[in-house]
């Protein structure tokens, strides 16, 4: 918090105090979210290419300074609970993916494995930020409204530390997700209706309940949580910044984040180029996209439509964060279709061993897109930011196979079987 000089309103640029319980600007209801503002000048005096090199830790909180939060209270978290998954989010790999240079004739492409956080989404980096926050803020309770994931995410982090977390989820929520929350002893209220409404029901509850708000696009501190993923991948890379990044989309929030943790390195000079951010959109649930064409930012709902539970979204929340974080590194949106996401979900476990969920891999469906297209040129250097873990979604990833016949246990069947065409 040393260099945070305040929040900021990212529609009327009016600045508030860091203070618990300030979530968006007074003059704008739900959509004035706010921005934390850090004094750079002074934050890169002391946090340098060469004391972050020197870290070894190996996750999220090696970028503790570029972060919102208390040092000395997350330091002394940390000592006690120094092993609990908390601390170990983030740092994931980043593949070099040989296979799928030659399948799209592409210079260099890596795939940045989400899946391998603690609760096996992305989600992780924002809820690990909203604990830490919680515990600052000595709050009882933590709730949010997920499509899944961020709600999983936080159950996971905070079992153990004695937060009880309440979660509204639409009650179509795929059944690993909600396996995740019951079993780490969350109170969950499944919602009849979309996540657009669970989500409208939770900030309601949190308003007037009191509890801390976990929600996208809601609390400012959760889009530094996700910036953490933009940082690694260009401190993996050795600050050679990636020439475009790939990331599905629903309410925003992650490609936001990764605007602002391109924009701080840029700032502090790490890194002499922004890539360009490439936010991909299930053909259902659109309306980032159709913003984007139409140049502007009055967003219009859209009634979403898509396997891909994770990015369906009907009104997306941090909108004017991702389409900004678009315009302003010279990306684009794009759509694809739920049978493009399946063959990309396919691919991707067959070509670079890396099983995502549905909405976790639509970001690689759109390089193959993009690549037909020419929207990326054989010489850039692609990073794939796959978000979330197959196993999340297992009835989704059995849609993109053929499940094999039974056999007899006898040598026999074993050759008969494997004679057959397409074995
Ligand atoms: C939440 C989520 C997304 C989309 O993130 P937004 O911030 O809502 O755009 C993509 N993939 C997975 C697996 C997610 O859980
Ligand atoms: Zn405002």
Redesign the pocket.
């Known amino acids: 918090m040393r260099d945070v000089t305040g929040l900021k309103c990212i529609l009327c640029g009016a600045a508030y105090a860091p203070q618990a319980y300030r979530y968006v600007c007074d003059h704008h209801g739900d959509e004035g979210i706010l921005d934390v503002q850090y004094d750079y000048d002074a934050l890169g005096k002391r946090f340098t290419l060469e004391s972050v090199s020197q870290n070894t830790d190996r996750s999220i909180w090696r970028y503790a300074p570029l972060l919102p939060l208390d040092a000395p209270l997350t330091r002394q978290l940390r000592s006690k609970e120094n092993q609990h998954p908390l601390f170990c989010v983030g740092w994931t790999p980043l593949y070099r993916a040989r296979r799928l240079e030659q399948t799209l004739d592409l210079a260099a492409v890596y795939v940045k494995d989400?899946g391998r956080n603690p609760s096996a989404?992305?989600?992780d980096r924002a809820s690990a930020i909203g604990i830490v926050k919680a515990i600052e803020w000595h709050a009882p309770v933590i709730a949010a409204a997920s499509?899944?994931?961020?709600a999983s995410s936080l159950a996971t982090l905070s079992a153990s530390l004695g937060i009880k977390t309440i979660i509204f989820v639409p009650e179509t929520a795929p059944q690993a997700k909600i396996a995740q929350l019951l079993i780490h002893g969350a109170t969950v209220l499944p919602v009849q209706g979309t996540y657009d409404q669970a989500f409208d029901l939770c900030l309601e509850a949190c308003r007037t309940f009191g509890w801390y708000s976990r929600n996208?696009?809601y609390n400012p501190y959760l889009s530094e949580g996700?910036k953490t993923a933009a940082l690694e991948i260009c401190e993996q890379l050795a600050w050679q910044a990636p020439d475009c990044i790939f990331?599905?989309?629903?309410?925003?929030?992650?490609?936001?984040?990764l605007g602002k943790g391109l924009r701080d390195l840029h700032t502090l000079g790490w890194i002499d180029h922004l890539p360009r951010l490439i936010g991909v959109q299930a053909a259902g649930s659109a309306a980032l996209y159709n913003a984007w064409r139409d140049r502007t930012e009055q967003v219009t709902a859209v009634q979403a439509d898509t396997l891909?539970d994770?990015?369906s979204?009907n009104m997306?929340?941090?909108r004017i964060k991702?389409l900004r974080a678009v315009r302003d590194t010279n990306g684009a949106f794009l759509t694809v279709t739920d049978s493009e996401i399946l063959e990309a979900m396919r691919i991707l476990a067959q070509q670079a061993g890396v099983f995502?969920?549905p909405?976790?891999v639509?970001s690689y469906a759109g390089l193959v897109q993009a690549r037909e297209n020419k929207l990326v040129d054989k010489r850039e250097r692609i990073v794939v930011l796959v978000?979330?873990s197959g196993l999340?979604d297992v009835p989704g990833a059995m849609k993109t196979v053929t499940t094999p016949r039974s056999i007899p246990p006898t040598l026999d069947a074993v050759e008969k079987a494997l004679s057959e065409p397409g074995r």
């Open positions: 989400e989404s992305f989600k499509t899944g994931n961020a996208t696009g996700k990331v599905s989309v629903g309410d925003g929030c992650i490609i936001g984040g891909a994770s990015i979204v997306p929340r941090d991702a995502g969920e909405a976790g639509a978000t979330g999340k």
